[in-house]
C-alpha cells in the first residue's frame, strides 16, 4: 500500500525551528518520478500550498509561498526514501496542521506556483503549534 507519513510535528516558540519528514513506505518517493509539495491547513482555513520541488531537464522547480519565503526550506533524502521541510524563525501564523503530498513528475509544481488538484498521495499530518 502506497503511503506517506509526516512526523516532526509539535510545540514550538515563535522564532523556534521544526524540521518535518515525509517518508514513503510502498513506493519511492524518487523526485525523478514525483512532484513533491507541503500543505497546511489552519482551523477554519482552507489548505494552503505552502512549497514544493520538482527535478527534471525542464522541469526543475521549486517554490514557497510569499509568507514562508526565506524562513522554509524543502528537501529531501532519496537514498532514505524521505523528503523534509525545515521551519526556521516560526510565527504563530504558521500554526496549522502540515501535510506531504505527491503527485507525478511534471505536475503539482511550476515555475512560481503549485497546483493542488495535481497532488493525488496524502499524508495524515503533523500538527505545529507556534506559541510562547
Known amino acids: 500500500q502506497e503511503q506517506l507519513v509526516e512526523s516532526g510535528g509539535g510545540l514550538v516558540q515563535p522564532g523556534g525551528s521544526l524540521r518535518l519528514s515525509c517518508q514513503a513506505s510502498?513506493?519511492?518517493?524518487?523526485?525523478?518520478?514525483?512532484?513533491i509539495g507541503w500543505f497546511r491547513q489552519a482551523p477554519g482555513k482552507a489548505r494552503e500550498g505552502v512549497a514544493c520541488?520538482?527535478?527534471?531537464?525542464?522541469?526543475?522547480?521549486?517554490y514557497y509561498v510569499d509568507s514562508v519565503k526565506g524562513r522554509f526550506t524543502a528537501s529531501r533524502d532519496n537514498g532514505k526514501n524521505r523528503v523534509f521541510l525545515k521551519m526556521d524563525n516560526l510565527k504563530p501564523e504558521d500554526t496549522a496542521v502540515y501535510y506531504c503530498?505527491?503527485?507525478?513528475?511534471?505536475?503539482?509544481?511550476?515555475?512560481?506556483?503549485?497546483?493542488?488538484?495535481?497532488?493525488?498521495?496524502w499524508g495524515q499530518g503533523t500538527q505545529v503549534t507556534v506559541s510562547s
Open positions: 503530498a505527491a503527485a507525478p513528475a511534471g505536475y503539482g509544481c511550476y515555475e512560481g506556483r503549485l497546483l493542488r488538484a495535481d497532488f493525488d498521495s
Open positions: 510502498g513506493f519511492s518517493l524518487d523526485l525523478d518520478y514525483y512532484a
Open positions: 520541488m520538482s527535478v527534471g531537464v525542464g522541469r526543475g522547480y521549486s
